[in-house]
């Protein structure tokens, strides 16, 4: 069975520029969730995914970011425009239904803003 | 606040000796408790984890974990430590007694384990 995915592996652009981050879950997984650690500090959710409908984006940083989840299988997280403090490593995790279940981590994205 | 911590930033380990790596958490009841890993250019991978019962914990890779409510701590540890154990290693945690599908990790800041032969 796959693991969750994530893609690009590393993106770098410029200041103002627009990147679009995308996570595949582990099939089947309803429970889907972003978060970044920038660099130095610590891993920082984002935003968590029912399905389609957003549960809980209190981690999201400001309205420069937005994050879909389309049909309830993929997600994507929009950074635009980027901005200097985005840089960091975003990773994607999924789960099952439980709140004591395993969350599974992809390999994360690092996202370079020059 | 509620909050984990790691104090150990950096630890450097011979290989075949023990290593234990802190984490201590600020919550108002207990919570769940996981131990992940982050190898070079891999995903985080999920040692072990408590929510509640047998204090003791074992995990993959030879890794275990004691909760101990009195100290609001859960140590990792591994009795000899080999090369491939070198990683950076992150305690988190989930609020217990949430009934909502699934829920946010809170990390601690991660310790670096650098493993000399």
């Known amino acids: 069975e796959a693991g969750v995915t994530q893609f690009p592996s590393h993106s770098v652009i410029e200041k103002g520029q627009t990147v679009t981050l995308r996570c595949d879950p582990i099939s089947g997984h309803d429970n889907l969730y972003w978060y970044r650690r920038v660099m130095g500090k610590e891993i920082k959710f984002l935003l968590h995914f029912v399905k389609e409908s957003k549960q809980d984006e209190s981690g999201m940083p400001n309205n420069r970011f937005l994050a879909e989840r389309t049909g309830g299988t993929y997600s994507t997280l929009k950074v635009q425009p980027a901005e200097l403090e985005d840089s960091g490593v975003y990773f994607c995790?999924?789960?099952?239904?439980?709140?004591?279940?395993?969350?599974?981590f992809g390999p994360g994205t690092r996202l370079t803003v020059l | 606040a509620q909050s984990v911590t790691q104090p150990d930033i950096h630890i450097t380990v011979s290989e075949g000796a023990s290593l234990e790596l802190r984490c201590n958490y600020s919550?108002?009841?207990?919570?769940?408790l996981f131990w992940y890993v982050q190898s070079p250019g891999q995903g985080l991978q999920l040692l072990l984890k408590?929510?509640?019962?047998?204090?003791l914990v074992q995990g993959i890779k030879g890794f275990e974990a004691e909760f101990k409510r009195s100290q609001s701590s859960f140590n990792l540890r591994k009795p000899s430590v080999h090369w491939s154990d070198a990683a950076e290693y992150f305690c988190?945690?989930?609020?217990?007694?949430?009934?909502?599908?699934?829920?946010?990790?809170?990390f601690g800041g991660g310790t670096r384990v650098l493993v000399k032969p």
């Open positions: 995790a999924s789960s099952q239904e439980r709140a004591t279940d395993t969350q599974y």
């Open positions: 919550y108002g009841a207990t919570p769940y």
């Open positions: 988190a945690v989930v609020p217990a007694g949430i009934k909502a599908a699934g829920n946010k990790l809170t």
């Open positions: 408590y929510f509640s019962g047998d204090t």
